[in-house]
């Protein structure tokens, strides 16, 4: 069946702007995640929704990111005010319970 | 939160060596994962393996929940097995939450 999918898979964004990175889970998964990758790390948590709950946020680095999940299937994280250090990939990942956990491919975000 | 080392950090191989990954986590698990991450950056999963030894191939996985440890074994290593591979753990108690830990970077050379 279709994995995660990701769009756009690459986003160029000059400083200051905002910009709207797009999921869609796997049909059916209730929990949804954000990681970042910044070059040459491991992916790092961001935030965590079990349907349309957003349970723990914890992991955003800033109020500039915030993430919804209004339906409980697709999710969009959103920068404002985007800086150099946002640059990275940003990583969806959903799961139906613990049987493990499926990543989209990524966006790719370079800020200029 | 928990902590998840890998190592070695690095390494090279010649194409049809053999070599073992570990992983040491710091606190009981009860999901544990083995990702891929190959040259485009895509995370493809290879095991899915909170305890016990699986096999797939060339390759295979080993948790030992009770030690806190897992191994990835490849053997005859192929030049498309390069790039960094993830172990990635759910510890035990929370929710899904996924902690990658720090990977190792696999270069196999022919």
């Not at chain 1, 905002?18 to 949804?32: E, F, K, N, T, Y």
């Not at chain 1, 992916?43 to 914890?58: C, G, H, I, R, V």
């Not at chain 2, 096999?55 to 053997?75: D, F, M, P, W």
């Amino acid at each position: 069946g279709a994995g995660v999918s990701q769009s756009p898979r690459y986003k160029v964004a000059k400083r200051g702007q905002d910009v709207a990175l797009r999921c869609d889970p796997i049909s059916g998964h209730v929990s949804l995640f954000w990681y970042q990758q910044a070059l040459g790390q491991g992916p790092e948590f961001l935030t965590y929704f079990q349907n349309e709950a957003q349970l723990d946020k914890s992991g955003l680095p800033s109020d500039r990111f915030f993430a919804e999940r209004p339906e409980g299937s697709v999710s969009t994280l959103k920068i404002q005010r985007t800086q150099q250090e946002d640059s990275a990939v940003y990583l969806c990942a959903s799961s139906p319970d613990s049987t493990g956990t499926s990543f989209g491919p990524g966006t790719r975000l370079t800020v200029t | 939160g928990i902590q998840v080392e890998q190592s070695p950090p690095d390494l090279i191989l010649q194409e049809g060596a053999n070599s073992t990954l570990r992983c040491n986590f710091s606190d009981s698990v009860n999901n544990l994962q083995w990702f891929h991450q190959n040259p485009w950056g895509q995370l493809i999963n290879l095991f899915y393996i909170p305890s016990g030894t699986k096999q797939n191939g060339r390759l295979s996985a080993t948790t030992v929940a009770t030690e806190r440890y897992s191994l990835l074994y490849i053997s005859s290593s192929q030049t498309t097995d390069s790039g960094v591979y993830f172990c990635a753990v759910v510890r035990s108690g929370g929710y899904q939450k996924v902690t990658f830990g720090t990977g190792t970077k696999l270069q196999v050379i022919p």
